[in-house]
């Protein structure tokens, strides 16, 4: 049975495994202790490898190429249609939330509840962190620590900066000289996806505990309901995108849709299990070079870029999510103040890391942007986050697909 298959039904029986848990008293806890774990295991696996992985494949990747000129034109290709993608999500996100203007249809009711459900005594008020100077981004980006950097997944970029940073000095040596140094990475590269491929061997399970565990711990019914406006205006933003990668590649690539839909397919159900694009990088740097036929050299460049910049699901969500908490709790928003979520969402995204929920903490930001009040920030995350982990492994299947669109393009570009 091919791994697509397995890991399907693997969802399928999570699912079903998790409901029937939450309907006898203490099955939620069984799965918690039990189950849960071993979907845990398989995340720390992938988390494990992936940066290693990140530094190696990119290393090569770039080693590969002929000189820095390609790798210039390859660069820049790869950030133009990862902005260009997310800034149309953004804009698409926008439009569909002024357009059907979901938090018209939240009543007090559910406000109330969800203010409820807050905290009432949050302990002595932490310091406002410092505010950010104009190039605290590019100053974040440098790391002090190559090791610290290695060791945190929340590092991606300064590990992306040193590799490229490495790379770049390693193709501009002499032959002779970065032989050896090419031949190590070959050799870590293929332990690496060797790796790899024992891991994905335990997918479908890892993914039966994994949805055991969601469903197991499905919040309440009624604050769903209340909510469904928000998630069916994401989700169809979602669908959106997810019909426009495979007409990208096919217009800009010659990729026959079926080809691509079928080929991404295991890194999807992955993603929708992981809720992670770090951990899910692996099978997609898999599944792009083997079922799609994108060269290794610019799956290992544009791939490990993407699960940490190209965030379009994500930059979709914060639109939608600023303007429907906004329409919910009556903060005006002006034209200009739309532009400023176009700038900051897109912006924000790439600061996202490719862990689950990781757009939450990026929302913070795009809604303080906009002049939201400060003290109905906790009540505004309150609403989103009680629909989130669903619609968060929706949008990792977004994001990855969206990487994988761009290597594809990418790849036929520079062929």
């Not at 698409?92 to 459900?117: H, I, K, M, W």
């Not at 290695?150 to 992306?160: A, E, F, R, T, Y």
């Not at 639109?319 to 900051?344: P, R």
Request: glycine share 8%; proline share 6%; with cysteine.
């Amino acid at each position: 049975m091919p791994l697509h298959f397995r890991i399907l039904l693997g969802i399928l029986l999570g699912a079903t495994l998790g409901w029937l848990a939450s309907q006898f008293s203490g099955g939620p806890e069984f799965i918690r202790d039990w189950i849960k774990p071993v979907g845990d295991i398989f995340i720390r696996l992938l988390k494990l490898i992936a940066v290693p992985l990140i530094f190696v494949s990119l290393t090569k990747g770039i080693s590969d190429l002929s000189d820095l000129s390609t790798l210039s034109r390859l660069g820049l290709r790869t950030i133009a249609w990862y902005l260009a993608t997310t800034v149309f999500a953004v804009l698409l996100g926008l439009l569909l939330v002024n357009f059907f203007r979901p938090g018209s249809y939240v009543g007090a009711d559910t406000v109330a509840a969800l203010a409820e459900q807050l905290p009432t005594d949050s302990g002595p008020a932490a310091a406002p962190p410092a505010a950010a100077g104009p190039l605290d981004f590019f100053v974040r980006l440098v790391p002090q620590n190559l090791f610290e950097a290695l060791s945190q997944n929340g590092s991606l970029l300064q590990v992306i900066f040193f590799t490229l940073f490495f790379s770049i000095c390693l193709l501009s040596i002499p032959a002779a000289q970065r032989e050896p140094v090419i031949k190590l990475v070959d050799a870590l590269n293929a332990v690496l996806l060797k790796m790899v491929d024992a891991i994905i061997k335990i997918s479908p399970f890892a993914v039966v505990a994994l949805m055991a565990a969601l469903f197991a711990e499905i919040p309440d019914a009624g604050i769903l309901r209340a909510l469904l406006s928000y998630a069916l205006v994401l989700v169809l933003g979602m669908a959106i995108l997810l019909m426009l990668y495979p007409l990208l590649t096919r217009v800009f690539a010659g990729m026959p849709v079926g080809r691509f839909v079928r080929g991404i397919l295991p890194a999807q159900l992955v993603a929708f299990s992981t809720s992670s694009s770090m951990a899910t990088l692996p099978v997609t740097m898999e599944v792009v070079e083997g079922n799609l036929g994108v060269e290794s050299e610019v799956v290992s460049f544009v791939c490990p870029i993407g699960a940490t910049v190209n965030m379009d699901a994500t930059s979709l969500m914060q639109a939608i999510a600023t303007v429907f908490v906004c329409q919910v709790l009556g903060h005006e928003l002006a034209w200009n103040d739309q532009l400023i979520i176009v700038l900051t969402a897109s912006m924000a995204s790439i600061g996202a890391a490719g862990a689950p929920s990781a757009g939450i903490v990026m929302l913070v930001i795009v809604l303080e942007s906009v002049g939201f009040p400060s003290e109905r920030l906790p009540l505004a995350l309150a609403m989103i986050l009680a629909v989130d982990r669903p619609l968060d492994m929706c949008r990792t299947v977004v994001n990855i697909t969206g990487d994988a669109c761009v290597a594809v393009l990418v790849g036929k570009q520079r062929g």
